[in-house]
């Protein structure tokens, strides 16, 4: 169809025309729309003779999306549906012809972000199933196989669904709340399910009739673990294809930077040392914790171009990320101890296990997400800044703990009420969606489009220092005396509110290192 002599200049391409590789015909398709500038004509790949064709349209703007999501349609009926619709709703005139006999459609390889995150959840999954047995090996070996299965998953899963929205569209923050609601029907669910198998009495007095020891519940809870990360991973595979058309490495300019990647490994090592000696060097934590600032110092101070100005921004959203962390994340230590040593584990005359409070702030998240994408969605350009959303995260954060300076007071009296807990929560999820959806839209939206998962590293890391930071700040919790627990609480209150104050005055410096300030300007002209 004339195609070879229109493209020949780009080298020969016969050799693609009998490959089985559908990714092969994908990878042909795209590099001929790249390098041809505003082609007239859209490229189509024809299943049944394994061939390329062309259709002439009078829109240019169109052909890039069409093919993609022609080419990786894996059911037969979805794909003329699409074809249909391209004719009538795409910009194409009643000229146009389609040679569209699809007949079968072949199956295609994985992304590599598609393929990383099946392999975290993987090792994930072993490592769940490792926790279900009773012994000290096993134990360790689940939690290695948890965390690194976390560090190749989360980062990779946020990448996947910030390459869904482009650099300035403006429901990316929406997108990525409705992302994080269905991180939350898990994490609501888990813990009434796993609470219930480690502490239900019920539970306990069925392993008694079975003949089996009651002390080991808790491993059925990692069992049920396992088993949800296993249907995960069964969706996950099932409908992999709908990110067929994201999650592709950037064209290679240059090879791959294997010593810089060298150099990330061992400071990653470097790091996970570094904080094993904290625990028993006391000066080694205000070094640690004091290095983002130099950074945001170097990069976006002595630094000037454009790259150092949006890692100096990353670098300020990554500590106002440890900071909230490090007290949000007190949810699995020093909340958990009030809840069970301080409070009436009772609502409306029903008992439930103390874990149970785990499931409050994913309840809160999955009632208000859809909310909040709405909100931002509806807002649009008029919406707040990143960095202004940052402060309204940690505006709530701090409120949530201020709230239990009198509620630890009143534990003089006796316990208390589940209410106090629930507003807590109530306040930290507020933050929480103001902070952390938004947070990852950002890392997606500000890293260099090669370093993007690195970043997404950077952003769960600051995640990491923040529950370390929480777990030696929980060391601190007294539930015997209430002074001194209202004391507790009082000084994270007030080292939050501090920080709002602080990235409060920096934030037109901030959007001007994120360029949001420049792209409001643009707009308004």
Same mark, same amino acid.
């Given at each position: 169809?004339?195609?070879?002599d229109?493209?020949s200049?780009y080298?020969d391409?016969r050799?693609? $025309? ?9 990878r ?5 729309w790249?390098r041809?500038a505003?082609?007239p ?6 299943a049944p /003779?394994?061939?390329i064709?062309?259709? $002439? ?15 990786e ?6 794909a ?6 391209m ?9 146009d012809?389609?040679?569209f006999?699809?007949r079968r459609?072949?199956?295609r390889?994985?992304t590599n972000e598609?393929?990383?995150v099946l ?8 490592g769940?199933f490792?926790l279900a047995?009773a012994?000290v090996?096993?134990f360790?070996?689940?939690?290695i196989l948890v ?6 998953? $989360?980062p ?5 669904v910030?390459?869904?929205?482009s650099?300035g569209?403006?429901r990316r923050?929406?997108?990525?709340s409705?992302f994080?609601?269905?991180?939350n029907?898990?994490a609501?669910?888990?813990p ?6 480690a502490?239900?009495?019920q539970?306990?007095a ?5 003949g089996l020891?009651?002390t080991?519940?808790?491993h059925w809870g ?8 296993t249907?995960?991973m069964?969706?996950?595979?099932r409908?992999?294809h709908?990110l067929?058309?994201?999650g592709?490495p ?17 400071g990653?090592?470097?790091m996970?040392?570094?904080m094993?000696?904290?625990?028993h060097?006391?000066?080694?934590n205000p070094?640690?914790?004091s290095l983002p600032f130099v950074?945001?110092i170097w990069f976006g101070?002595?630094?000037r171009?454009?790259d150092s100005r949006?890692?100096?921004a ?8 440890i ?5 949000f994340e007190q949810?699995?230590?020093?909340l958990?101890?009030f809840?069970?040593?301080?409070t009436r584990n ?7 296990p103390s874990s149970?409070?785990? /499931? ?9 997400a859809?909310l909040?994408a709405w909100?931002?969605v509806?807002?649009r350009e008029?919406?707040p800044?990143?960095p202004m959303k940052?402060v309204w ?7 949530s ?9 009143l534990t003089?009296?006796?316990k208390l009420s589940p209410w106090?807990?629930?507003g ?12 952390s959806p ?5 890392m ?5 489009v090669k ?5 997404m590293g ?10 370390k ?6 060391g601190?919790f007294?539930? $015997?005396?209430?002074q ?9 209150a007030l080292?939050?509110?501090?920080m ?10 901030v959007?001007?290192l ?8 643009q707009s308004?002209?």
């Open positions: 169809d004339g195609v070879w229109e493209t200049r080298g391409l050799g693609y $025309k009998h490959d089985t590789n559908d990714g092969l015909y994908r042909t398709l795209y590099t001929i790249k041809t505003a082609p004509t859209m490229l189509l790949f024809d /003779s394994r061939e064709c062309t259709v $002439k349209r009078s829109r240019t703007n169109t052909p890039l999306q069409a093919l993609t999501l022609l080419n349609i894996t059911y037969v009926e979805a003329r549906k699409l074809a249909e619709r004719l009538t709703d795409g910009g194409a005139t009643p000229e012809r389609i040679r006999a699809f459609v072949t199956s390889a994985p598609e393929l990383t392999v975290g959840g993987l090792i994930i999954t072993a769940h490792c047995f012994s090996p096993t360790y070996a689940g939690l965390a690194l299965g976390t560090g190749l998953l $989360k990779s899963i946020s990448t996947l910030g390459g869904l929205y650099h569209d403006t923050d929406a997108g990525f409705l994080y609601m269905g991180i029907l898990g609501f669910a888990a009434l399910v796993v609470g219930w198998l502490q239900g009495e539970f306990k069925l392993l008694t009739g079975w020891d009651p080991h519940s808790w990692f069992g049920a673990a396992g088993i949800g990360m249907i995960g069964i969706v996950y595979l409908h992999w709908w067929s058309h994201i592709h950037p064209e290679a300019s240059a090879p791959r930077p294997w010593d810089k990647l060298a150099l990330v490994a061992i990653t090592a470097a996970l040392g570094v094993i000696a904290s625990d060097v006391a000066w080694i070094i640690v914790f950074g945001v101070v002595v630094q171009d454009q949006r890692i100096a990353i670098l300020v959203f990554f500590i106002c990320a900071l909230f962390w490090a007290v949810a699995g230590s020093s958990t101890l809840a069970e040593e301080l009772e609502l409306f005359g029903f008992a439930f149970w409070f785990q /499931s409050v702030n994913s309840l809160f998240i999955l009632a208000l859809p909040f909100l931002w509806s807002l008029r919406q800044s990143i940052f995260g940690l505006v709530f954060l701090g409120l703990f201020a709230m239990l300076v009198p509620a630890a007071q003089a009296t006796g106090w807990l629930i807590v929560y109530f306040l930290q999820t507020v933050g929480e969606l103001c902070l938004v947070g990852l839209s950002a997606t939206k500000l890293a260099p370093l993007t998962g690195l970043v950077i952003w769960f890391l600051g995640t990491a220092l923040g529950n930071l929480a777990g030696v700040i929980a601190e007294n539930a $015997k005396d209430p001194a627990l209202a004391h507790f609480f009082w000084q994270q080292l939050v509110g501090g709002t104050v602080l990235l409060l005055v920096l934030v037109p410096w959007r001007r994120t360029g949001e300030q420049a792209t409001t300007n308004s002209a």
